[in-house]
């Protein structure tokens, strides 16, 4: 009986966030928090989304590009696999749309307010 796949995923994760933080070369990789992993279920590829603070989509996508077997192979020593999926980098966008949701309420709110108050004056 082997791991399962989502045990599979969040020592991924883990893993993945501790190489990023302190054991790779590439200074801007340590500002990336990798928010999901997903591999699927015939090992082939794994999912890695990841999310940043401050910068440009490129350059994070450049660099982890170009250390990819490097934090592939990595993985494999950490999470001790016989077969090591193709990673995939995709920029989580998640706390972009939490954000614009929030910007939305936040004007529709002052907006309801800046109303109520008109019909105030008006009564």
Request: proline share 1%; glycine share 4%.
């Amino acid at each position: 009986m082997g791991i399962s796949l989502e045990r599979l995923e969040s020592n991924a994760l883990r893993e993945l966030s501790l190489i990023l933080r302190k054991d790779a070369k590439n200074q801007k990789l340590s500002n990336i928090t990798v928010t999901e992993v997903r591999i699927t279920r015939d090992l082939s590829y794994m999912t890695i989304f990841y999310t940043f603070y401050q910068g440009k989509e490129e350059n994070y996508q450049e660099a982890l590009e170009s250390c990819k077997g490097y934090l592939r192979s990595e993985l494999a020593k950490k999470l001790k696999a016989r077969k090591m999926p193709e990673l995939i980098f995709k920029r989580d966008t998640s706390l972009d749309y939490g954000n614009h949701i929030d910007d939305i309420l936040v004007e529709i709110h002052k907006k309801d307010k800046e109303l109520k108050e008109k019909n105030g004056d008006e009564k």
